[in-house]
């Protein structure tokens, strides 16, 4: 089993066996859940520290149950409650941590880069839940193990990702995760919302949404990121962007019969999907990404701990 480096950073710069030995592994961990066991030998004795800057539900929960199922003790640190507020900084916030022997550190961050100057300072290993614009990686790890379990490969599937591209790190991870498997990637939304650096990602781009979703194997819809616009009149009202780019079923019908739905969350209902797009019963996997990401998490954390040394 390989994994190229100590920390879980970025999906950039990862090679087709590393992220296929991850896949696996998470993909037996689905079983196992699925199962009701867990292993919870695997990390006694090890710390998990939770350090979310940004708000968060599903990879905090899921992160702190992937840890707790194989063993770690669990730590969430509610940042707005720490000494944060009295101006202690990152560095600081992080080396408090390291002299407590924390072995993994989960972190969430509205600076892109925050995870890897974090990585410089820590003797933990350093997992990225999300940096910026930069990259959120266990998301397009639980992203690209879901249309695997629908789809049984990533190779020549032409995915669709439709919506704020710009400012989404979801879609900045998938782009090279499904680039480096093969897949045909589409970026999907009005030209104010396609990246600068669009030509050099390898993605096909489209401001048409119409087109963009054409014989598409797979449509992930985003939400506007508001909180990372700090230009205004990026989008029209949310009622004119539904229009263009809000998935509902007649845009849908241009995707394969059987293509299928998916959302990282947290989703805004009328806003990028139809509410009955996001609950359809066998179209929308919605449901199983979220399922997916306790196992792709579980996975790296496994992963990462067979890296660290023993005694700490
Ligand atoms: N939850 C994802 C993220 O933190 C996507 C989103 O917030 O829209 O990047
Ligand atoms: N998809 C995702 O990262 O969700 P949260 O922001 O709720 O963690």
Do not use: W
Request: with cysteine; hydrophobic share 45%; proline share 4%.
């Amino acid at each position: 089993m390989s994994h190229p480096s100590k920390h879980l950073l970025a999906i950039e710069g990862l090679e087709p066996p590393h992220i296929a030995d991850l896949l696996d592994l998470a993909e037996s961990y689905a079983l196992l859940n699925r199962s009701g066991k867990t292993q919870r030998d695997l990390l006694k004795g090890r710390t998990l520290i939770n350090l979310f800057f940004e708000d968060s539900t599903r990879t905090r929960t899921s992160f702190e149950l992937a840890g707790k199922r194989l063993g770690a003790d669990v730590i969430n640190m509610s940042v707005s409650t720490s000494s944060v507020n009295k101006g202690e900084t990152l560095l600081d916030t992080a080396s408090t941590l390291n002299a407590m022997q924390c072995d993994l550190l989960v972190i969430r961050h509205a600076q892109s880069g925050a995870p890897a100057l974090l990585s410089q300072k820590v003797d933990a290993a350093v997992i990225n839940a999300g940096d910026g614009t930069h990259e959120h990686p266990t998301q397009a790890l639980l992203d690209a193990l879901t249309i695997r379990r629908h789809k049984g490969r990533l190779e020549g599937l032409i995915v669709a990702i439709c919506g704020d591209i710009a400012h989404s790190r979801v879609a900045r991870s998938n782009i090279h995760l499904l680039g480096t498997m093969g897949a045909r990637v589409r970026i999907v939304g009005p030209p104010t919302l396609i990246p600068a650096d669009a030509a050099r990602l390898g993605v096909e781009v489209f401001t048409d949404m119409r087109a963009g979703l054409k014989d598409a194997d797979v449509v992930m819809m985003l939400r506007l990121q508001r909180e990372r616009m700090a230009a205004g009149g990026l989008v029209p009202s949310a009622r004119e962007f539904f229009r263009f780019y809000g998935l509902d079923a007649e845009k849908l019908a241009l995707a394969k019969p059987d293509s299928i739905v998916m959302h990282p969350g947290p989703m805004n209902r009328g806003v990028e999907i139809d509410s009955a797009i996001a609950d359809h019963p066998t179209r929308s996997v919605i449901g199983e990404q979220v399922e997916m990401g306790v196992a792709c998490r579980m996975a790296v954390l496994d992963i990462l701990a067979r890296r660290l040394p023993r005694n700490r």
